[in-house]
C-alpha cells in the first residue's frame, strides 16, 4: 500500500486543522492505520490509531479530547482531525498502515509509511 499525507500547515494555538492519508494498493480496509508524529530532536511518537473497520479508535493522552481520527474506506482515506491545537503538537506527522485490521499503538507494528507534513502551530 502507498500512502500520502496532506493537510498541514501553519496555524495559530487554538486553531484547527484536519489532515489526510490518502492509501493506494490494496483494499483500504484490510489495514488498520495510525498517525504518527515527530517533532525536531524528539522520537516518533503515537497519536492516533484505527482498525480497519473503523469500529475501534486509541490516542495517545496528550490529544484525546482534542484530536479525532477516522477513515472513509470508500475513498480509501483516512483522517486526523486536530482541535485546540497547542504549540507542543508542531511536529511532522506521518500516517502508517498495518497488515491487519486490528489497531495498534506501537511504532514498529506499522509496515507501511507515508511521507509526512508538517504541521506548524504559533503561539
Known amino acids: 500500500v502507498q500512502l500520502q499525507a496532506s493537510g498541514g500547515g501553519l496555524v495559530q494555538a487554538g486553531d484547527s486543522l484536519r489532515l489526510s492519508c490518502a492509501a493506494s494498493?490494496?483494499?483500504?480496509?484490510?489495514?488498520?492505520m495510525g498517525w504518527f508524529r515527530q517533532a525536531p530532536g524528539k522520537e516518533r511518537e503515537f497519536v492516533a490509531t484505527i482498525s480497519g473497520s473503523g469500529g475501534t479508535t486509541r490516542y495517545a493522552d496528550s490529544v484525546k479530547g482534542r484530536f479525532t481520527i477516522s477513515r472513509d474506506n470508500a475513498k480509501n482515506t483516512m483522517y486526523l482531525q486536530m482541535n485546540s491545537l497547542k504549540p507542543e503538537d508542531a511536529a511532522v506527522y506521518y500516517c502508517a498502515a498495518r497488515n491487519t485490521g486490528t489497531a495498534a499503538t506501537t511504532y514498529s507494528s506499522y509496515g507501511y509509511w507515508g511521507q509526512g507534513t508538517q504541521v506548524t502551530v504559533s503561539s
Open positions: 494498493g490494496r483494499t483500504f480496509s484490510y489495514y488498520a
